[in-house]
């Protein structure tokens, strides 16, 4: 059973344009929840993270919103560029990050410049 | 910091044979170190949860016997893959926490070893 759906699956954005991958939880007892982003034949690395008592997180042209009655997260991407074309992972923890990492499929996305 | 490094970074053998595969924390003690599995264009898959000093937890579904993890210092795990077959082919990524950072919470990634049995 997945716990955490990740879409679109990919996505192309112009140079400048906004990126919005969505991701939907279904155990409320999750209250971590980090993006990762993963080029090809590389790990994964964190970019941004977020805990249930706050919507909104911005950490330089990447944002995540969260909304908890709906249990859902976006990662918002501002002025997209073409070095950001990898796959981007969310993922969903529990005991403050501290257990496993459950992760979406991944969206794998182009940015054409 | 918070580096975490692997090696090999990539390796071929033949059927049959055990390959071990090194994950390293760098910079700093990890009590807690996560094995993952990836296929091709897929998601990243929890095999097992390697603590210093005690046995793994294994996922379920993942043979114990096939996959064997040893965590015997604060900076080094291993997986070692006994008797590879060609469906063992993937790419295997380790993760650790530094609880000493200011993000004990953050799982930092290796750059993961692809396996591919011949």
């Known amino acids: 059973q997945q716990q955490v759906k990740q879409s679109p699956q990919s996505l192309i954005v112009q140079k400048g344009g906004i990126s919005i991958i969505n991701c939907a939880y279904e155990n409320t007892a999750f209250d971590y929840f980090p993006w990762y982003q993963q080029f090809p034949g590389k790990g994964p690395a964190l970019l941004i993270a977020i805990r249930p008592d706050v919507s909104e997180k911005k950490e330089g042209r990447f944002t995540i919103s969260f909304n908890k009655s709906a249990k859902q997260f976006s990662l918002h991407i501002m002025d997209s560029q073409p070095g950001d074309s990898a796959t981007y992972f969310c993922a969903a923890s529990m005991d403050s990050g501290y257990s496993t990492l459950t992760f979406g499929k991944g969206t794998m996305l182009l940015v054409s410049p | 910091g918070a580096v975490v490094s692997q090696h090999p970074s990539w390796v071929i053998c033949k059927s049959g044979t055990s390959v071990k595969i090194e994950c390293r924390s760098l910079d700093f003690q990890a009590t807690t170190m996560f094995w993952y599995r990836q296929f091709p264009k897929q998601s990243l898959m929890l095999m097992a949860t390697?603590?210093?000093?005690?046995?793994?937890?294994?996922e379920q579904g993942v043979e114990k016997d096939k996959f064997l993890i040893n965590h015997a210092s604060l900076t080094l795990s291993t997986l070692t893959v006994t008797s590879a077959h060609p469906e063992d082919s993937s790419f295997y990524i380790c993760?650790?926490?530094?609880?000493?950072?200011?993000?004990?919470?953050?799982?930092?990634f290796g750059p993961g070893t692809r396996l591919t049995v011949l």
């Open positions: 993760s650790a926490r530094d609880p000493t950072s200011g993000k004990p919470d953050t799982q930092y």
């Open positions: 390697s603590n210093e000093g005690s046995k793994a937890t294994y």
